[in-house]
């Protein structure tokens, strides 16, 4: 399907369905045995021994039935097209519903529409819309394409006008790092929802208080976006080397207080000490996780690096439980 005016309506003839698509809003009810729902972030394979790891976790993950899966999108041609190739998989060939993250890096805003209908031709709906950063360098000066969309907000719009879509937007717990103060970055995020986006989902963060003076924020910015879901991101550290990657997605360092546990656990000898640091890091994620649902998180969405271990022992002390495969066409 392709969408190539600025009104939106698709060119190929084909009439797309224009409702009861299954969205991640909907999905956000609480699960048959009491807990609450939770989601998985995948990351683009970058060749295909990553790709094969990727369906393995998507398998494990399948059995234990997530509200729904993502997938990120990066920079560079030959990622995205593999990007948009695995998640139309994932999309068909699982059971999962699947949100693709869509940005705004080096794309017009015609080719921004071409990605939109390609994924809707795989049969997704479900995006996560976002700006984007510099490639290679998230702090980097933020460039515009030329003929693409300067913020998150404008690509709300224009998901939201091309049909049947669900969006969901980014939400920074300590403000973005663009954002000249906490108001104004509250005032951005209820604008996107005010635009059509129906969740948000945070940024990764360490301090539930955090993600709990956001909800706040919104909520007293505007109550009618405020009361849409702010589904709280969190990452399990299994390594003293996955802190660095923590702390890039979370853009904070890891605080002090975790930092002290993880580096007691590993001694003298962090190789030596793996175990006994996974084993912190897990814990680590278990507590927040418990504390957010203690608090009325709607969900938990979790930051996999592809891997399915880590999240499902969270998970498991957290009470969920693994199911046999669902059955598949
Ligand atoms: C859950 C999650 C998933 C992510 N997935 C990806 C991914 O797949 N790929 C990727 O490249 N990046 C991803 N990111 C990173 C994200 O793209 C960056 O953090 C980016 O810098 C901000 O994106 P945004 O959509 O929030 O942008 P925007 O909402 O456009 O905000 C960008 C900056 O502009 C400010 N701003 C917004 N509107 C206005 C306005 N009207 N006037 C003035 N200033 C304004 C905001 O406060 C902010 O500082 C993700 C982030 C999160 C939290």
């Given at each position: 399907?392709?969408?190539?005016?600025?009104?939106?309506?698709?060119?190929?003839?084909?009439?797309?369905?224009?409702?009861?698509?299954?969205?991640?809003?909907?999905?956000?009810?609480?699960?048959?045995?009491?807990?609450?729902?939770?989601?998985?972030?995948?990351?683009?394979?970058?060749?295909?021994?990553?790709?094969?790891?990727?369906?393995?976790?998507?398998?494990?993950?399948?059995?234990?039935?997530?509200?729904f899966v993502s997938m990120t999108y990066g920079a560079g041609g030959s990622t995205r097209d593999r990007t948009a190739r695995v998640t139309g998989q994932l999309a068909r060939e699982t059971t999962l519903l699947t949100v693709a993250h869509l940005?705004?890096?080096?794309?017009?805003?015609?080719?921004?529409?071409?990605?939109?209908?390609?994924?809707?031709?795989?049969?997704?709906?479900?995006?996560?819309?976002?700006?984007?950063?510099?490639?290679?360098?998230?702090?980097?000066?933020?460039?515009?394409?030329?003929?693409?969309?300067?913020?998150?907000?404008?690509?709300?719009?224009?998901?939201?006008?091309?049909?049947?879509?669900?969006?969901?937007?980014?939400?920074?717990?300590?403000?973005?790092?663009?954002?000249?103060?906490?108001?104004?970055?509250?005032?951005?995020?209820?604008?996107?929802?005010?635009?059509?986006?129906?969740?948000?989902?945070?940024?990764?963060?360490?301090?539930?208080?955090?993600?709990?003076?956001?909800?706040?924020?919104?909520?007293?910015?505007?109550?009618?976006?405020?009361?849409?879901?702010?589904?709280?991101?969190?990452?399990?550290?299994?390594?003293?080397?996955?802190?660095?990657?923590?702390?890039?997605?979370?853009?904070?360092?890891?605080?002090?207080?975790?930092?002290?546990?993880?580096?007691?656990?590993?001694?003298?000898?962090?190789?030596?000490?793996?175990?006994?640091?996974?084993?912190?890091?897990?814990?680590?994620?278990?507590?927040?996780?418990?504390?957010?649902?203690?608090?009325?998180?709607?969900?938990?969405?979790?930051?996999?690096?592809?891997?399915?271990?880590?999240?499902?022992?969270?998970?498991?002390?957290?009470?969920?439980?693994?199911?046999?495969?669902?059955?598949?066409?």
């Amino acid at each position: 399907m392709s969408f190539d005016n600025v009104g939106g309506r698709p060119t190929s003839g084909r009439t797309p369905r224009v409702s009861g698509t299954p969205s991640v809003v909907g999905q956000l009810v609480k699960r048959a045995d009491g807990t609450i729902p939770f989601s998985v972030e995948f990351n683009p394979p970058r060749d295909e021994a990553a790709e094969a790891r990727l369906w393995r976790a998507a398998r494990e993950f399948e059995r234990m039935h997530p509200a729904f899966v993502s997938m990120t999108y990066g920079a560079g041609g030959s990622t995205r097209d593999r990007t948009a190739r695995v998640t139309g998989q994932l999309a068909r060939e699982t059971t999962l519903l699947t949100v693709a993250h869509l940005t705004a890096v080096e794309h017009s805003v015609a080719e921004l529409r071409s990605i939109v209908g390609t994924y809707a031709d795989a049969g997704i709906r479900n995006l996560l819309v976002l700006r984007g950063d510099p490639p290679g360098d998230p702090l980097g000066e933020w460039r515009r394409h030329p003929e693409g969309v300067e913020y998150a907000e404008e690509l709300v719009r224009m998901v939201c006008g091309l049909g049947d879509f669900h969006v969901g937007v980014a939400s920074f717990p300590q403000g973005h790092h663009r954002s000249p103060d906490l108001d104004h970055d509250t005032a951005y995020l209820c604008a996107k929802l005010r635009a059509g986006a129906e969740y948000s989902i945070t940024q990764m963060f360490f301090d539930v208080e955090h993600y709990l003076r956001l909800r706040d924020r919104v909520a007293a910015c505007d109550p009618v976006e405020g009361a849409k879901p702010i589904i709280p991101e969190l990452m399990p550290i299994t390594s003293l080397r996955t802190v660095q990657r923590a702390e890039e997605l979370s853009g904070r360092p890891v605080p002090r207080r975790l930092m002290e546990r993880l580096e007691r656990a590993a001694g003298n000898d962090p190789e030596a000490n793996r175990a006994a640091v996974r084993e912190v890091g897990i814990e680590i994620a278990t507590e927040i996780g418990r504390r957010l649902i203690e608090e009325g998180a709607p969900c938990l969405h979790f930051i996999t690096l592809n891997f399915a271990k880590a999240t499902t022992e969270v998970l498991t002390n957290l009470g969920y439980t693994v199911t046999a495969a669902p059955a598949r066409a």
